[in-house]
T-cell receptor, first 113, second 110 residues
Framework: EPEVTQTPSHQVTQMGQEVILRCVPI?????FYWYRQILGQKVEFLVS????????KSEIFDDQFSVERPDGSNFTLKIRSTKLEDSAMYFC???????????FGPGTRLLVL | KQEVTQIPAALSVPEGENLVLNCSFT??????LQWFRQDPGKGLTSLLL?????REQTSGRLNASLDKSSGRSTLYIAASQPGDSATYLC?????????FGSGTKLNVKP
């Protein structure tokens, strides 16, 4: 059964560094999403992406963040100048259509020291 | 801003019981509501998606209902099993953004 994959599973970085989190959505899906979950808190929506552009973003998704679909399969989240409070689990999700079921990847646990 | 609340926060039941998890949301202008399960340290698995025009969805032992006007959804799990132990999250789509509840942590005892 097709699934969303994410790499790396864990990432440790120093404050101020840039990180790129990678996702491979399900191949025939057209809508892509990033979420984060700070330990012990709710899952938070970051951004949705369709047709090679951002379709919606939350207040969290400021200039520190960017997303890209560099080729036909990968979907990346870049976090510039990481802060301690960026430590969280980051989930990628994809869906076939807008307002359809979203399928989540296993997440990347980011720790900023 | 949309707020999603889930009650109870935790639930422990003996195997075989039928149970109901609750989700409420403050802004009824939603496009859909989705129920997920999350296992410790893992991603989210979609269980059921209810569009705003629908009243309920069923999958196996799971039944989810939606009352948009009152801002409520329930997830009914029939004949619970130890493998159902997980955290159950509800999420609503509201003006193209997604809002999650804090979840109900379910423990089904053998």
């Amino acid at each position: 059964e097709p699934e969303v994959t994410q790499t790396p599973s864990h990432q440790v970085t120093q404050m101020g560094q840039e990180v790129i989190l990678r996702c491979v959505p399900i191949s025939n899906h057209l809508y892509f999403y990033w979420y984060r979950q700070i330990l012990g808190q709710k899952v938070e929506f970051l951004v949705s992406f369709y047709n090679n552009e951002i379709s919606e973003k939350s207040e969290i998704f400021d200039d520190q963040f960017s997303v890209e679909r560099p080729d036909g399969s990968n979907f990346t989240l870049k976090i510039r100048s990481t802060k301690l409070e960026d430590s969280a689990m980051y989930f990628c999700a994809s869906g076939q259509g807008r307002r359809e079921t979203q399928y989540f990847g296993p997440g990347t646990r980011l720790l900023v020291l | 801003k949309q707020e999603v609340t889930q009650i109870p926060a935790a639930l422990s039941v003996p195997e075989g019981e039928n149970l109901v998890l609750n989700c409420s949301f403050t802004d009824s202008a939603i496009y859909n509501l989705q129920w997920f399960r999350q296992d410790p340290g893992k991603g989210l698995t979609s269980l059921l998606l209810i569009q705003s025009s629908q009243r309920e969805q069923t999958s196996g032992r799971l039944n989810a209902s939606l009352d948009k006007s009152s801002g409520r959804s329930t997830l009914y799990i029939a004949a619970s099993q130890p493998g159902d132990s997980a955290t159950y999250l509800c999420a609503v789509e509201n003006f193209n953004k997604f809002y999650f509840g804090s979840g109900t942590k379910l423990n089904v005892k053998p």
